[in-house]
C-alpha cells in the first residue's frame, strides 16, 4: 500500500514536472523542435522514422506506461540490485546520471532508438539550426572552422608520413568529403565485425576487452596506473582474493570489468580501504556476479547490432587497478596521428592545440558558451602547462596501434605537474566534439578520398603487437613522441 501511494503521488505530479522540464529546457525544446520541422537531419532522422510503425508505437506507448507505473521519479527502494553507487569514480559516466537519466536512457535503448537520437545531434546539419538560434553557437562554429584550417596541413602532413594497420583499412570505402561521423564510425564497426565472422579476426580485443587493452598497454610501456591483477574465469576467484585484500595494500584501487566498456554499463567501482569491501561484502558479491553475467548491449549507438557482435564472445572479467594522484581526465581524439582536441571531464568542456577552451555541460551535445583562451577560465588554466605531453601520449598511442581515428583517454594531476597516465582507448567514441565534429569527420576522410597513407601489413593482429619481437607501425614516431613524455616524468 505504501509503494502503490508513492506511486500514485508521483504520478498525479507527471504534469507539473514536465512543464518544469519544458520551461528549464525551453532553449533545447526549441532547437530540438526547429530541427524535426526543418527536417535537416537526413539521415539518422530518416532512418529512424523509417523504424516507426504500429508496432513500435504501441510497444513505445506500453513502455512509457511501465516506466511511469514503476516509479519514474521515485528513490530506489532498495529491491533492485545493489550498484555500490556511491563507489562510482567521481568522472565517470554513470556518476552524472539522475535517477530519471538512467531509467530514460534504459528505456530508449530498449526501444532501440537512443543510438539514432545521438546521430541527429552530431550529424553536421544540427549545428546549422544551433547557429540559426544561438549567437554563442555561430562564435563556436566560427572558431572550429578557423581552427580546422589552422590543423589541416598538419593533420594531412602527419597523414602522409602515417603507417596505417590493414586492419583498420579494410572495408573502409570513403568516396564522398560529404560523409558524416556516423558513418564512418558505422564503417569502422561493421568492418571490424565482418573480419571476426570471415576471417576470425580479434583485433577490436584492444579496445572491446579491457584486459587485453591493458596488456597491449603494457608490452608497448605506455605509462598506466599500475595493475594489481587480472581474473578471468570464475567471478567466485575474483571475489575470493577481493575480500582478502591486505590492509597495507596501495588505496584506493578501482575494479573494472573488462568485457563491459562502454561508459552506460556502470562497470567501474572505486575502492577506498579493505574495510570498505568487507562492510559491503553483500553488495559486492551481488554486483560482481550481475556485471560477470552480463553482455554488453551497446545501446546508445546507431550501429549497436554490430557493435553487440564484437563484444559477445569476450570472456568475462574482472581488473583491479591503482589510482592515480589527483586525478584529472582528458578525452583526447587523434586523427592520423595527430592530437585533435581533448575533452576535460571533471570540467566539462573542450580544449584545442590553440590554446582555447569551450565551456559545456554533459548532458548536452554542444557547448554552452563562446570559446575564450583557457588562460581566461582559472578552474582550467592550471592544464595549460600539461598540455604538450598529453598531445604527445594521446598521437603515441595512436601511432603504435596504426590507427586513423583513435580517441585515447589521459589521467594528469592538478598536484604534480609531471604525473601523467593512459586510462582506457575508444574506436567509436560517443563524446561529444561541439562544433568540431563536421570538421573532424572531413580530416578522417580526407586521406582515404587522396589514398596519401602508407598501407601496414596486417599479418600480426593490432592487439598482440609487441615492439620487442614484431615489427610495429610508425615505431620511430611512436617511440620518439613517448620518449618526450618519459624524459619529462
Not at 285 to 314: E, G, M, V
Amino acid at each position: 500500500i505504501s509503494r502503490f501511494s508513492r506511486q500514485a503521488k508521483d504520478l498525479l505530479q507527471f504534469p507539473g514536472v514536465l512543464a518544469s522540464c519544458c520551461v528549464d529546457r525551453f532553449f533545447e525544446v526549441l532547437v530540438a523542435f526547429g530541427a524535426v520541422q526543418l527536417y535537416v537531419l537526413s539521415h539518422p532522422i530518416r532512418e529512424m522514422v523509417g523504424r516507426i510503425t504500429f508496432a513500435f508505437v504501441a510497444k513505445t506507448f506500453a513502455a512509457l506506461i511501465l516506466l511511469a507505473s514503476t516509479s519514474l521519479w521515485m528513490q530506489d527502494d532498495g529491491e533492485s540490485a545493489p550498484t555500490l553507487a556511491d563507489m562510482r569514480p567521481e568522472g565517470a559516466t554513470a556518476a552524472a546520471w539522475s535517477a530519471l537519466d538512467a531509467q530514460v536512457k534504459d528505456l530508449l535503448g530498449r526501444l532501440g532508438i537512443t543510438g539514432y537520437i545521438e546521430a541527429a545531434f552530431m550529424h553536421p546539419n544540427f549545428a546549422v539550426v544551433q547557429r540559426f538560434f544561438f549567437s554563442s553557437s555561430r562564435a563556436q562554429y566560427d572558431h572550429a572552422q578557423r581552427y580546422f584550417e589552422e590543423q589541416r596541413p598538419l593533420v594531412l602532413e602527419s597523414a602522409r608520413r602515417f603507417e596505417l594497420h590493414g586492419y583498420w583499412s579494410k572495408h573502409m570505402k570513403v568516396d564522398s568529403p560529404d560523409i558524416s561521423w556516423t558513418e564512418l564510425l558505422t564503417q569502422r564497426v561493421r568492418s571490424m565485425r565482418a573480419q571476426l565472422e570471415e576471417d576470425g579476426r580479434e583485433d577490436h580485443r584492444v579496445e572491446k576487452d579491457k584486459c587485453d587493452m591493458l596488456r597491449w598497454l603494457e608490452r608497448n610501456e605506455f605509462p598506466i596506473p599500475k595493475v594489481v591483477g587480472i581474473w578471468q574465469g570464475e567471478a567466485e576467484a575474483f571475489l575470493a582474493d577481493l575480500f582478502q585484500l591486505p590492509s597495507n595494500s596501495s588505496w584506493p584501487l578501482f575494479a573494472k570489468s573488462c568485457h563491459l566498456t562502454q561508459g552506460v554499463e556502470d562497470s567501474v567501482r572505486k575502492i577506498r580501504s579493505r574495510e570498505q569491501v568487507l562492510e559491503h561484502k553483500e553488495d559486492w558479491t551481488a554486483f560482481i556476479k550481475q556485471k560477470w553475467s552480463k553482455r554488453t548491449n551497446d545501446a546508445d549507438r546507431i550501429f549497436s547490432d554490430d557493435s553487440n557482435a564484437l563484444s559477445r564472445d569476450l570472456a568475462p572479467g574482472f581488473v583491479l587497478q591503482h589510482g592515480f594522484p589527483g586525478v584529472m581526465e582528458l578525452k583526447v581524439l587523434v586523427i592520423w596521428g595527430r592530437a585533435y582536441v581533448g575533452y576535460f571531464i571533471e570540467k566539462e568542456g573542450l580544449v584545442c592545440r590553440d590554446g582555447t577552451w569551450e565551456q559545456g555541460e554533459r548532458a548536452r551535445p554542444w557547448s554552452t558558451g563562446a570559446p575564450v583562451p583557457i588562460s581566461q577560465v582559472p578552474e582550467v588554466a592550471w592544464i595549460e602547462d600539461r598540455l604538450e605531453r598529453v598531445w604527445k601520449l594521446a598521437e603515441a598511442v595512436a601511432l603504435a596501434a596504426g590507427n586513423d581515428q583513435m580517441r585515447v583517454d589521459i589521467f594528469v594531476s592538478r598536484h604534480d605537474p609531471q604525473a601523467i597516465a593512459v586510462n582506457e582507448i575508444s574506436l567509436s567514441s560517443g563524446q561529444s566534439m561541439y562544433m568540431h565534429t563536421e570538421f573532424v569527420t572531413r580530416l578522417w576522410a580526407e586521406p582515404y578520398l587522396k589514398g596519401n597513407f602508407r598501407q601496414f601489413s596486417d599479418d600480426v593482429p593490432v592487439h598482440k603487437l609487441d615492439p620487442k619481437t614484431d615489427k610495429v607501425p610508425n615505431y620511430q614516431a611512436f617511440q620518439s613522441a613517448l620518449q618526450t613524455v618519459v624524459d619529462r616524468q
